[in-house]
């Protein structure tokens, strides 16, 4: 039987078959003449997308991975940083940091609150004239809480402090308003699989010039996520050692969608979409997770009905409806449900989203008139698109 | 113009089109039933073909990935280990373990020699009663120079000195024999992209109980490597990271392939293409690298006629004949060429290989009689795959 999956966890998410069929082109080889030109039209692209003129390097791993790179090739053992924490992926960042024996310091944020700028300046200003920190740690969009913290300002604030700011946006990054060097990054991480729309396996890493002077001093252990040796092969068209060649083919074609696209309207998109997203949840007295001022673009959480577990939830979304959403990561684990919408993602996909969930909380005995998130959304997301109609018009195109 | 290319490099190597379509199936959730159903399968279908009851883990990173992932998770900063050095790839090892600290002592040997055995084994004799290694590293297959080294017979002498066996088969297991409990090794490293057909970007790793012990002593940074988040995970069905989940299913749908030929059969037809290769490039006076008696059964590397430059030849090869082989890495570099013939390869892809080679060296003025090492090849191989005919028979199957 013919069912399609209506894929919205966020990330891995839906990849265009035009992209999986990129990937399924016969292999070449990784250290020829075919493949440098496509690395160096990806580094570009991505430079593009990122809005930087530093390095951007393609990784054969996930974000994780990436995230790693990112404090091996800037810290040395010992070292004193900061960690903003406001969902589960500033503690990988942390784990990563205790893991290779930085002194990180931890500043916890209530999970579903944005991590505030003042809130950095004042942590930052009280660490003057003592022995500071020398980096200061991120989570651009946080998924485990569909949280998007305000990175231009805490940005702002890192930059004043003089301190290296280095940034998860691994699902942040290609959905959302990011400028790498002018707003100061240091070094910051994604992953193809997030709002990239390829397959995972491809994570990309920046690194500015105060990067490269800090990846001068560190003293960390790096050997495939030594950066230095990516710099080295990028100029000779390739990497290190061998790439996931399918991936970075999918990508490419992925970038090549998204340049057809172009930047602006796909950060349009995302934000349009959550917002029809959010107003479809509301619109069923699904609470969001998140300070709606802060509410991601591409990931939304939600509480649940009292008494429905979002486990339960879950399981019938995708044994009855075919639609994979995920729960609740750590201590949300049963409160709350995350619905994915990054990448190539239509307003169709969301409603036929909120189609699986209308039927999903009737089987639960919740009281659900059918129809009503999937109008909502689609009324909000007419909002956000269309100017109102105020005559009649032939053609609006 | 439709110019299929013949991808003979030593990994990545041509992959079949059942794989390639299989990695470019709509994705899937990679914390879902059906990627817990995959990765259990996979897991058993991998420890079937490396004779292990201990753990294996696909990593999403390529083959020297896992080799930091080998060093990262036994050892700790200062700990003694010998490396035995044969070729690039044994140098790579060494150069892993100097970046994490490892006291890492090199042992010689030249380059398209194998690892002698009994040098293993005095090396080792010499360090009694002193404050003696911890563990010993040494490369299977060999590709830089087209060598396999007598494994079962060092991990024998490795096993006497009591002392943990580490070993990189990236370009070996799956091709060759190996018996990963029965020699008693202790954490063997693979890749996707070599001997196993399947697209780069998933590594496997193996651990014995002793490489457990290790690990619990071991102090070296890992957090993207660490096997024991791995395990746990395994153990739910899930990967710590987002895994390469399309390139994990046409690994999926490769170890299916192998499963059908059966792992004596696949090894016997390495064997076999390895000698008729061998066979055809003398028949153009082209000195194999390699001793005979250690000639790898998925790479050869071959010695160019006098004034000739192997990066001419590859280019020719691949400008006009669209066959792809790759060069001399390191100090051999211009030298030799090295030719793939690992995973899904034939006698067909390899005549295939001797026609564009015929051509080629025909074009650099080089006395060819057209035909010679395609004829060689064939006749060495009917020779290994077939009893000689005494009487007539109507038919052999």
């Known amino acids: 039987m013919y069912r399609p999956q209506n894929l919205r966890i966020p990330g891995p998410t839906f990849v265009p078959q035009a992209v999986l069929s990129a990937s399924a082109r016969p292999l070449i080889n990784h250290r020829g003449p075919e493949f440098a030109a496509l690395l160096a039209g990806m580094t570009r692209a991505l430079q593009d997308f990122l809005r930087t003129r530093g390095d951007v390097f393609l990784l054969t791993a996930s974000g994780s991975g990436a995230m790693e790179a990112a404090v091996a090739n800037t810290l040395s053992s010992g070292d004193k940083v900061v ?16 893991a290779y024996g930085v002194d990180a310091r931890r500043v916890e944020v209530p999970w579903g609150r944005a991590v505030d700028p003042d809130v950095v300046r004042d942590d930052l200003a009280r660490e003057r004239g003592k022995d500071g920190s020398k980096a200061v740690f991120v989570t651009h969009n946080e998924t485990s809480t569909g949280v998007l913290n305000p990175l231009k300002e805490i940005a702002a604030v890192v930059r004043e402090s003089g301190k290296l700011l280095v940034v998860d946006s691994v699902s942040g990054a290609g959905a959302v308003d990011l400028d790498v060097d002018d707003w100061g990054i240091d070094v910051l991480v994604t992953a193809a699989q997030k709002a990239w729309g390829a397959p995972p396996g491809v994570s990309m890493i920046t690194m500015s010039e105060r990067a490269w002077k800090a990846f001068d001093r560190s003293n960390l252990p790096k050997a495939y996520f030594n950066l230095q040796t990516y710099k080295a092969q990028l100029e000779k068209g390739a990497t290190p050692a061998t790439p996931a060649v399918t991936v970075y083919i999918a990508l490419q074609e992925s970038l090549r969608l998204m340049a057809e696209e172009g930047l602006d309207s796909i950060v349009k998109r995302h934000r349009d979409l959550a917002f029809a997203t959010r107003r479809g949840l509301q619109a069923l007295n699904l609470a969001i997770f998140a300070d709606e001022a802060f509410a991601s673009p591409t990931c939304t959480a939600f509480r649940m009905p009292t008494r429905l577990d979002s486990r339960n939830l879950i399981r ?10 995920a729960g609740g990561q750590g201590r949300l684990e049963g409160q709350i449900a995350r619905v994915g919408h990054m990448g190539f993602v239509t307003i169709q996909d969301m409603l036929s989203f909120f189609s699986a969930l209308e039927l999903t909380l009737r089987g639960f005995n919740q009281p659900v008139e059918q129809g009503v998130a999937i109008s909502a959304a689609l009324r909000a997301y007419a909002e956000a698109t269309q100017p109102p109609a105020r005559t009649p018009v032939a053609s609006r195109r």
Do not use: C, K, M
């Open 83 to 98: 960690v903003f924490v406001n969902g589960a992926f500033g503690e990988r960042f942390h784990q990563i940091l205790r």
């Open 316 to 325: 019938v979304l995708r044994e009855e409806h075919d639609t994979i959403i």
